[in-house]
């Protein structure tokens, strides 16, 4: 029988009867419905817990990174957050976990941190180096240092020396890199050697040097050297815990030799421990510290031999807080205005919390009260006079600018878009 050709409407209308009875039947699934069906609330895990981050990282509204917490079915996990916080992604290296107590950062020293390598607009212009432990062994192997070239999507074990997991038992090393060459990685005390450690690369992680052994001492006033900060491959700064005067160490030669700077505290402030972050510098030498007088941390871990901390080394009215500030590129730091911070700080256990953007931008939290400044301090203002549940506790506040913050909430995360006046909950969901 010859062939008929059929008319085009004909053919169309074939074409268009079979792509609706596909659809209708649920075959081919779209990428969209296929990923959805994977997603799974932050924090509502198998378990029941709902305090999904123990710590995360902001780069833009659409790049974000995360630790997933203790106890949850994202534990150890690395997450990559997107749509302002919204949805997660697990990107953890197969067979690795990062352990208790870590924390991730852009840019600055953490467990886990990323640095933008290339411009472009998504995660993939980011590098990341990671502290881990194998998994399967519950965290007892020596930690491996893992790098990722496009943010998390795929992982390899550079072949670094190990480190002893029982000195990343209470807190993990943290790591920092100023270029995709240049890192640094320090690691906490364990047991009874009191040894603080720091090591770099100049390869990007392949090999590692120590560097410098510190031992905190009581005798010269400092109790526990806590993180610190590159500004460059050359020059960074080293803080933590001390008694009596802040305390800052400063390098010029990329960490092979530090010295100590300390900062002239307010005369009723002189005495009992005091907290100092890390530095932030900004154009033209203007840079910024926040020191947190009257340290009562019971959980933080000191070396041996040092302070334990209490009550009793916090000055009267205490913890307060203020920032150090420098014109000259940290040759000089003096203090502005000290904020009082709620006395019952222990109602938010990590401790008084401050977020520093340049150009003398900051943030301020104490679990229950929120203040923020736009002039290094000089002065602040009280952005909420009563507890903020969605916040409390929270182990994490981060900013991007001047109006789009997050914080951790039960549930995920909190996002404000007016710097921190009003805060919502986002529905957090993380694919499984």
């Known amino acids: 029988m010859p062939s008929v050709a059929r008319p ?32 799974v609330l932050l924090g509502n895990g198998p378990q029941g817990y709902s305090d999904g981050l123990a710590d995360f990282a902001v780069a833009s509204r659409g790049v974000m990174w995360g630790i997933g917490a203790s106890g949850t079915f994202v534990a150890g996990r690395i997450l990559r957050g997107t749509n302002a916080g919204q949805s997660w992604t ?171 700077v300390y900062l002239v505290p307010p005369k009723e402030l002189g005495h009992g421990l005091m907290e100092t972050g890390p530095v932030t510098l900004g154009d033209r030498g203007a840079g910024v510290v926040p020191v947190t007088f009257g340290v009562a941390h019971e959980a933080r871990v000191f070396s041996s031999g040092a302070y334990k901390p209490s009550g009793e080394y916090a000055p009267p009215g205490c913890p307060c807080e203020a920032l150090y500030v420098t014109r000259n590129a940290g040759r000089a730091w003096a203090p502005t205005s000290v904020v009082t911070v709620h006395p019952a700080t222990g109602s938010n256990p990590y401790g008084v919390l401050a977020e520093v953007l340049g150009g003398g931008v900051a943030w301020m939290f104490d679990g229950i009260h929120l203040w923020a400044t736009d002039n290094y301090g000089t002065t602040w203002t009280l952005l909420s006079g009563q507890r903020l549940l969605a916040l409390q506790p929270v182990p994490a506040l981060r900013f991007l600018n001047q109006r789009d913050g997050w914080g951790i909430d039960w549930g995920g995360v909190v996002y404000t878009i007016d710097g921190g006046r009003t805060w919502q909950t986002e529905h957090a969901f993380v694919r499984s």
Do not use: H
């Not at 075959?27 to 069906?37: F, G, I, K, N």
């Open 90 to 260: 697990s990107v953890s290296p197969p067979g690795y976990a990062i352990g208790y107590g870590a924390s991730v950062s852009v840019s600055g020293a953490a467990t886990v941190t990323f640095l933008r390598v290339r411009p472009c607009a998504d995660s993939a212009c980011y590098a990341g180096w990671a502290y881990a432990t194998d998994s399967a062994t519950g965290g007892t192997t020596s930690g491996s240092i893992l790098r990722t070239w496009d943010g998390g999507s795929a992982w390899a074990r550079l072949p670094g020396a190990g480190l002893n997991p029982r000195a990343a038992w209470r807190r993990p090393p943290i790591l920092q890199f100023v270029n995709a060459r240049d890192g640094w990685m320090m690691t906490y005390p364990c047991c009874k050697s009191g040894l603080i450690q720091m090591f770099d690369t100049t390869n990007g992680g392949l090999s590692w040097s120590l560097q410098t052994t510190m031992r905190p001492n009581v005798s010269t006033g400092i109790v526990a050297v806590t993180t610190f900060r590159f500004i460059s491959a050359e020059d960074g700064w080293m803080s933590g815990v001390s008694m009596g005067r802040p305390w800052l160490a400063k390098t010029t030669d990329g960490g092979t030799t530090w010295s100590s």
């Open 8 to 39: 085009r409407s004909q053919i169309l209308a074939i074409a268009v009867f079979s792509l609706c009875a596909l659809f209708m039947l649920g075959y081919p699934r779209s990428p969209v419905l296929a990923e959805s069906a994977d997603r």
